[in-house]
């Protein structure tokens, strides 16, 4: 079966019944004039994050509501309105979701890419009718409830050294934890506890067509192949850890290289869409050390519905000839890839959500595992990102296409089409 409706709604369940130990209106009363943002925490596929902000005049308000978010759990239970109220409120969301054409053909893709996973489909409304709001309250708390679990990143302008500790020690460092243990556990040890998520791409080629209603008729088309490394980390050997994340690297300087081809062929030589955009999913991957990182990646753009035929077929014309060498990347290609990236990376590391989500992306990394310092991980990530710019080249970029994207693969294609019409 699917994942439970408690556990897919529980955040937003959550917000509706009031977290912090507030209603979600008084809460919202008790932040006016205050630039925070206390978001409740989102449950992914093996972890659970919280994303909070606030101006750095406020920072103590928002470590005051993390710490309340963690030893106010929400409650399980209310008036009889006010349960209704939340219920109508997920019953709304529900049927936004099945109205909106996008998020349609977004769920078709997903269950085409996954076939049909449980962990894609979405609760019923016959499901949220039923709901048992103390499930989901003690799903949501239970998420809350061990800060020796979380691992909080901050940055920004924030207070000196001295007063930041105060505040941390104050807020975070007083959360107790349930069942009094305080020691973390260790990284390896929770990966290896993960159950992984059994998702594999189609074994054969599928073709879907999406005929959905829509007011203005357009068509989106996605073209996705199976994705999955070659190197995988290991717990003994940091120099596995670097090889893939070179390896990652070298990917998403592919991803560029693909998109901007694409962008040239489809879009200024056919001159039938507006954009094409290429990237990689491995977010159902396992994080457990020492198995590949598998995934899919996509090409998407969007079109009119009568030639999404056409520009599949040329755009798996335009791979084999990346592949067989006819229009194979250039050394011009490469560079100017190369120094869009490093543009790119010198504005982002001026930006505040670059360096939270890099150095939590770091701490959960496989490297962390094989060596438990940030520090020495960033230096890792740093020094592998700068041998990956230097050393790619066209040769590297239409090997590893042909390693992650053979002539002899399988795709799976999903097109939306209007529905009610036959296209012209």
Same mark, same amino acid.
């Given at each position: 079966?699917?994942?439970?409706?408690?556990?897919?709604?529980?955040?937003?369940?959550?917000?509706?019944?009031?977290?912090c130990?507030?209603?979600?209106?008084?809460?919202?009363?008790?932040?006016?004039?205050?630039?925070?943002?206390?978001?409740?925490?989102?449950?992914?596929?093996?972890?659970?994050?919280?994303?909070?902000?606030?101006?750095?005049?406020?920072?103590?308000?928002?470590?005051?509501?993390?710490?309340?978010?963690?030893?106010?759990?929400?409650?399980?239970?209310?008036?009889?309105?006010?349960l209704s109220?939340?219920?109508?409120?997920?019953?709304?969301?529900?049927?936004?979701?099945?109205?909106?054409?996008?998020?349609?053909?977004?769920?078709?893709?997903?269950?085409?890419?996954?076939?049909?996973?449980p962990?894609?489909?979405?609760?019923?409304?016959?499901?949220?009718?039923?709901?048992?709001?103390?499930?989901?309250?003690?799903?949501?708390?239970?998420?809350?409830?061990?800060?020796?679990?979380?691992?909080?990143?901050?940055?920004?302008?924030?207070?000196?050294?001295?007063?930041?500790?105060?505040?941390?020690?104050?807020?975070?460092?007083?959360?107790?934890?349930?069942?009094?243990?305080?020691?973390?556990?260790?990284?390896?040890?929770?990966?290896?506890?993960?159950?992984?998520?059994?998702?594999?791409?189609?074994?054969?080629?599928?073709?879907?067509?999406v005929?959905?209603?829509?007011?203005?008729?357009?068509?989106s088309?996605?073209?996705?192949?199976?994705?999955?490394?070659s190197?995988?980390?290991?717990?003994?050997s940091?120099?596995?850890?670097?090889?893939?994340?070179? &390896?990652?690297?070298?990917? =998403? #300087? +592919?991803?560029?290289? %693909?998109?901007?081809?694409?962008?040239? /062929?489809?879009?200024?030589? $056919?001159?039938?869409?507006?954009?094409?955009?290429?990237?990689?999913?491995?977010?159902?991957?396992?994080?457990?050390?020492?198995?590949?990182r598998?995934?899919?990646?996509?090409?998407?753009?969007?079109?009119?519905?009568?030639?999404?035929?056409?520009?599949?077929?040329a755009?798996?014309?335009?791979?084999q000839?990346?592949?067989?060498?006819?229009?194979?990347?250039?050394?011009?290609?490469?560079?100017?890839?190369?120094?869009?990236?490093?543009?790119?990376?010198?504005?982002?590391?001026?930006?505040?959500?670059?360096w939270?989500?890099?150095?939590?992306?770091?701490?959960?990394?496989?490297?962390?595992?094989?060596?438990?310092?940030?520090?020495?991980?960033?230096?890792?990530?740093?020094?592998?990102?700068?041998?990956?710019?230097?050393?790619?080249? &066209?040769?590297?970029?239409? =090997? #590893? +296409?042909?390693?992650? %994207?053979?002539?002899?693969?399988?795709? /799976?294609?999903?097109?939306? $089409?209007?529905k009610?019409?036959?296209?012209?």
């Amino acid at each position: 079966g699917g994942i439970s409706c408690e556990a897919q709604v529980n955040q937003m369940c959550a917000m509706m019944l009031g977290i912090c130990g507030l209603p979600a209106e008084s809460l919202q009363e008790c932040l006016e004039g205050k630039r925070v943002d206390p978001s409740p925490p989102t449950m992914e596929a093996y972890t659970t994050s919280l994303d909070a902000s606030s101006s750095p005049a406020d920072f103590e308000v928002l470590l005051m509501l993390i710490a309340l978010l963690f030893v106010r759990p929400v409650p399980s239970s209310g008036s009889a309105g006010r349960l209704s109220l939340v219920k109508l409120g997920l019953l709304a969301w529900r049927l936004a979701e099945d109205r909106d054409p996008q998020s349609q053909f977004q769920r078709r893709v997903q269950s085409a890419v996954t076939g049909n996973h449980p962990y894609t489909w979405l609760p019923s409304l016959w499901r949220i009718l039923r709901l048992n709001f103390k499930t989901a309250a003690q799903i949501f708390n239970q998420r809350a409830s061990q800060p020796r679990e979380w691992t909080f990143v901050v940055a920004g302008k924030l207070p000196k050294k001295e007063k930041l500790m105060t505040l941390l020690e104050s807020y975070l460092g007083s959360i107790p934890n349930q069942g009094g243990e305080n020691e973390r556990v260790n990284d390896l040890t929770m990966r290896e506890a993960v159950t992984p998520l059994d998702v594999h791409f189609p074994q054969k080629n599928l073709w879907e067509d999406v005929h959905l209603r829509m007011v203005e008729p357009k068509g989106s088309t996605v073209l996705s192949f199976p994705l999955q490394l070659s190197s995988s980390s290991s717990v003994s050997s940091l120099e596995k850890c670097a090889e893939e994340l070179r &390896e990652i690297m070298q990917l =998403q #300087l +592919l991803v560029r290289l %693909l998109e901007t081809r694409l962008v040239e /062929v489809l879009r200024f030589q $056919r001159g039938q869409v507006y954009s094409v955009a290429v990237g990689t999913d491995m977010g159902l991957s396992p994080p457990k050390m020492g198995m590949a990182r598998k995934g899919s990646l996509s090409v998407r753009f969007e079109c009119d519905p009568a030639e999404s035929d056409e520009l599949v077929a040329a755009t798996r014309e335009e791979l084999q000839r990346l592949r067989d060498g006819r229009a194979a990347f250039t050394k011009e290609n490469v560079s100017a890839a190369v120094e869009q990236d490093r543009r790119e990376f010198e504005e982002l590391i001026h930006t505040n959500s670059w360096w939270a989500g890099t150095t939590l992306d770091l701490y959960f990394s496989r490297c962390f595992v094989a060596q438990p310092d940030v520090g020495s991980i960033m230096s890792l990530w740093w020094t592998a990102r700068k041998e990956t710019l230097g050393s790619f080249n &066209e040769d590297l970029a239409q =090997q #590893l +296409l042909i390693a992650i %994207l053979p002539a002899t693969g399988h795709s /799976v294609v999903v097109a939306m $089409r209007p529905k009610g019409g036959k296209v012209q």
